[in-house]
């Protein structure tokens, strides 16, 4: 993994943007994995502007999204379909055809989570994916104890998870109880990975990322045997790296 240290938060988004750009404008039919969250928001803003100032164009950009809430329809304001297209997709050329979600109010939600799959594997890889990191170390909404074997899947959110997101809510309970996410072997199989980290409510799991053992109990430790990661972590997610 390679580490970049940055000052703050928009610096750590300047340096997600410019990484999403090289990918962008370097291939023909470019296929990116992205992330929701409050962590890639200035990732989106940045690559809105460059592409306002032609500095980039995403028309043929195909991209699919890590994870959905299970039960929500894209136009409801909470999901991440609609995070998406309001923070990002409404905003670039992208064909929103081209534009992939977890449908979490799919009949067959198994079915769902397998046709999800078989699209991605019809693109052949992701060539850049985006990410987060959770507190208690997911990715996407894989949780500890998720296999590291798994496709796109159902998942129970964990309660800190539930927790974590209950910010964009009126009430934790409201959070749903369960996501579609691509799998931890869904993501290992992109080309090169972008995490992106901020701020001190991270510095725990940045330190366990980068000096932890490799294990199922903290699912971004996998990222430590992926041959092209980069980590860009602003000074504040670095405090408490040993
Ligand atoms: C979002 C996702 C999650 C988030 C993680 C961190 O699509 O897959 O893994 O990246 O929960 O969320 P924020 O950025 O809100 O701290």
Do not use: W
Request: hydrophobic share 35%; glycine share 6%; with cysteine.
């Amino acid at each position: 993994m390679e580490i970049k240290q940055v000052e703050d938060y928009q610096a750590m988004s300047e340096a997600g943007a410019q990484l999403i750009m090289e990918t962008v404008n370097s291939l023909e039919k470019p296929v990116l994995g992205l992330a929701t969250g409050s962590t890639p928001e200035g990732v989106y803003k940045r690559l809105i502007e460059a592409h306002q100032s032609e500095k980039v164009s995403f028309r043929h950009t195909t991209s699919f999204n890590l994870d959905e809430y299970v039960g929500m329809l894209g136009s409801d304001p909470n999901s991440y379909r609609y995070f998406m297209d309001k923070k990002f997709f409404d905003h670039i050329d992208i064909d929103k055809q081209k534009t992939f979600v977890p449908n979490g109010k799919a009949e067959d939600l198994q079915r769902e989570c397998e046709q999800y799959e078989q699209l991605l594997m019809d693109h052949h890889e992701i060539d850049l994916q985006l990410l987060g990191i959770g507190t208690n170390g997911h990715i996407g909404f894989n949780e500890p104890g998720t296999p590291f074997s798994t496709k796109t899947h159902i998942v129970d959110l964990a309660p800190s998870t539930r927790k974590a997101n209950a910010r964009f809510f009126e009430s934790e309970q409201d959070v749903p109880e369960q996501a579609i996410t691509m799998g931890i072997a869904t993501i290992m199989k992109s080309k090169q990975i972008v995490l992106l980290v901020s701020g001190e409510k991270k510095a725990r799991a940045l330190d366990q990322l980068l000096h932890g053992e490799v294990s199922e109990d903290f699912p971004a430790s996998i990222l430590q045997t992926h041959p092209n990661v980069q980590v860009i972590a602003d000074k504040a997610a670095l405090s408490k790296v040993s």
